[in-house]
């Protein structure tokens, strides 16, 4: 029934007795007012769909809630939406979908899938920081909405939290996951382009003296730190291997244990920090004389059942390793206890000025083999360090087992002499 709608006619319409009763209104094209049997009255917007023509109706809300004006404002509003082709029931639809799929958070899922675990060692701290730093400030939010400003305002919070270190680490992250909207072209512009880091990026230099070396080789083995975690220390300043790469090693990944010329570890390209591009190849690690022993003696803390040498106490069976933070952890706790001594010389007090971390285990052994004179091509192999160049990369695959073994058993021999000698300054072997 068609009448120009009045609130007193729209108040006075009785509810029929089954059924419904549909009052259109001849002032605006396409509103209907609707009252049922049980007495609820609403809006709707009949229109017919400009691509099937086929007839549809969008609810406008129930009356008085929605009065008379603001249907009609709503009604005019959808009716120019289909006369520029649009669909306000599918428009709608759209909406409470992107509502869900176009949120940073949706983003970050995307390329955690799609890029960071499949491409990426660091994806886990990628997902840790971003939902550590990020998600909590833009989870909800359309991430086509994100602007450079509001880039800036969330590292400028980090910055006042103190958190310097990390607010690069994140504005790189958040630069990555906006890349990767791109490349996806899900958005048009990158709110991270040529945006200058927030915070100054110091290069470490922590590098352990030899007394400090002493220190470390005999504490580390020792509570509060367990004996088989001190060993794994011992092995990451003995082959200078990543500690996230120490913390995963299997059974399997041990080859010639009894042949010491031979000796060696060679881990998966999966578990390599290594470019997307390029071959992925696995890393072979000699086992220095002080190395082999070392594996030894972490063999002997390991059950016949266990398939990781470093298993996480909250599994069974030996089946998944521990996380690589908890070496950092461990050298922490002995930080603590070193610092607890109160001793006075200068070794304790350098150490407890400036504590190492695990990854400057890995720096003393690279600084020590480049005093010996070994080369720094043979340095950088040693650490698995990603070359550049396309020859380099993809045609000439050596993988400098020879001189690797050379550097990691003059390491091993100049730290046992360290180790056996009580004299502070020790004349060390040298390369060549």
């Not at 927030?198 to 030899?210: D, G, H, M, S």
């Not at 041990?254 to 992925?280: N, T």
């Not at 695959?397 to 021999?413: G, I, M, P, T």
């Amino acid at each position: 029934m068609k009448r120009l709608l009045t609130d007193i006619v729209l108040r006075s319409a009785e509810p029929p007795s089954s059924g419904r009763l549909e009052l259109s209104d001849t002032r605006c094209v396409g509103l209907a007012f609707r009252v049922t049997s049980n007495g609820n009255r609403s809006w709707s917007f009949r229109f017919r769909d400009p691509v099937t023509n086929k007839t549809s109706r969008m609810g406008l809300g129930n009356y008085p809630d929605v009065s008379l004006g603001q249907a009609r404002e709503k009604a005019e509003a959808m009716r120019k939406s289909v006369a520029a082709g649009s669909n306000p029931v599918e428009a709608k639809r759209q909406a409470r979908e992107d509502a869900t799929t176009k949120t940073f958070e949706a983003l970050t899922d995307r390329y955690l899938q799609e890029y960071a675990y499949r491409f990426k060692r660091s994806a886990k701290a990628d997902e840790a920081n971003l939902r550590r730093h990020v998600l909590p400030k833009w989870g909800k939010r359309p991430y086509q909405s994100i602007q450079r400003r509001d880039v800036i305002e969330l590292l400028e919070g980090l910055l006042a939290q103190g958190l310097t270190g990390q607010t690069n680490r994140v504005q790189s992250l958040v630069s990555k996951v906006f890349s990767f909207a791109l490349d996806n072209d899900l958005i048009s512009h990158h709110p991270c382009l040529r945006l200058k880091k927030r915070a100054p990026e110091n290069a470490k230099t922590r590098v352990l003296t030899y007394g400090e070396i002493r220190l470390f080789w005999s504490s580390v083995v020792n509570p509060p730190l367990t004996r088989r975690t001190g060993l794994g220390l011992r092995l990451a300043l003995l082959t200078g291997l990543r500690i996230s790469a120490i913390a995963g090693l299997r059974r399997d990944e041990l080859h010639s244990l009894d042949d010491p010329e031979q000796a060696c570890l060679v881990i998966p390209p999966e578990r390599m920090k290594q470019s997307a591009v390029g071959p992925q190849r696995s890393f072979l690690v000699p086992l220095s004389p002080l190395a082999l022993e070392t594996v030894q003696s972490i063999l002997a803390t390991v059950g016949d059942d266990e398939l990781f040498l470093f298993p996480s106490p909250r599994r069974v069976n030996g089946r998944v390793p521990i996380e690589g933070h908890a070496f950092s952890v461990a050298l922490d706790r002995l930080g603590k206890e070193i610092t607890a001594q109160k001793d006075k010389s200068q070794v304790h007090a350098k150490w407890a000025e400036d504590p190492p971390t695990p990854h400057d285990l890995r720096r003393t052994l690279a600084t020590r083999l480049g005093s010996y004179g070994v080369r720094d091509e043979d340095v950088s192999a040693v650490l698995d360090h990603t070359v550049k160049g396309v020859t380099r990369r993809h045609y000439n695959l050596y993988d400098r087992q020879r001189e690797k073994r050379e550097a990691l058993d003059l390491w091993s021999a100049n730290l046992q002499t360290l180790l056996t000698s009580k004299a502070e300054i020790i004349a060390f072997k040298r390369a060549g």
